[in-house]
Nanobody, 120 residues
Framework: QVQLVESGGGLVQAGGSLRLSCSVS????????MGWYRQSPGKQRELVAT???????YYADSMKGRFTISRDNAQKTVYLEMNSLKPEDTAVYYC??????????????WGQGTQVTVSS
């Protein structure tokens, strides 16, 4: 069984920083792209950033210059460094990974979500 476990969310003042982590557990063959998404109340889930297994990163426009995604392939972990946080960044942040498992092919997995709240 594969699990994505997130950590690092919390309450921070506007202008502050947080670092989210997401680790993959379970028996897997490999991890392709990993990423972060977020969802605010009443809104659809939106892409924050993704990173390939080779380390190429993509950011949504509103996150460019403030957020940095990185990964440690040996630790099966993806990170999201968030700086200059704004109240509108308040959301539940979800980790995502495309994972290959022997006998199960390539599938998309999600973490349980971690709350980020930015106060003004």
């Amino acid at each position: 069984q594969v699990q994505l476990v997130e950590s690092g969310g919390g309450l921070v003042q506007a202008g502050g920083s947080l670092r989210l982590s997401c680790s993959v557990s379970g028996t897997i063959f490999s991890i392709d792209a990993m990423g972060w998404y977020r969802q605010s109340p009443g809104k659809q889930r939106e892409l924050v950033a993704t990173i390939t297994s080779e380390g190429s990163a993509y950011y949504a426009d509103s996150m460019k210059g403030r957020f940095t995604i990185s990964r440690d392939n040996a630790q099966k972990t993806v990170y999201l460094e968030m700086n200059s946080l704004k109240p509108e960044d308040t959301a539940v942040y979800y980790c995502n990974a495309v994972i290959r498992r022997v006998g199960f092919g390539r599938n998309n997995y999600w973490g349980q979500g971690t709350q980020v709240t930015v106060s003004s």
